[in-house]
């Protein structure tokens, strides 16, 4: 069983930058895949990055590739997402998920963070 809770989430200008966390709880963290996904009003969630569980591969939407970076720290139980150059498209609630595999849909990740709301002002 794994237990996540996501945290900087807020509002930005384009341009910016937010730095967003999940925060895991259970022993077996570090053998799960993490990923970020977003769902803005009245849109399908959609993948956005996922990590292995090592942390040696990465994987990244083509919409946030060169402007989100994924990554973990296994000791703190932790996965965060650097988001930079936001833009208003970029709006939306993120999750954090963990699952046994890498995956881009939102079916193969079995554990689900509450969401956290990025906002991205014009």
């Known amino acids: 069983q794994v237990q996540l809770v996501e945290s900087g989430g807020g509002l930005v200008q384009a341009g910016g930058s937010l730095r967003l966390s999940c925060a895991a709880s259970g022993r077996t963290f570090s053998s799960y895949v993490m990923g970020w996904f977003r769902q803005a009003p009245g849109k399908e969630r959609e993948f956005v990055a996922a990590?292995?569980?090592?942390?040696?591969?990465?994987y990244s939407s083509d919409s946030v590739k060169g402007r989100f970076t994924i990554s973990r720290d296994n000791a703190k139980i932790t996965v965060y997402l650097q988001m930079n150059s936001l833009k208003p498209e970029d709006t939306a609630v993120y999750y954090c998920a963990a699952g046994p595999r890498y995956g881009s849909s939102w079916s193969s990740y079995d554990y689900w963070g509450q969401g956290t709301q990025v906002t991205v002002s014009s």
């Open positions: 990590i292995s569980w090592s942390g040696g591969r990465t």
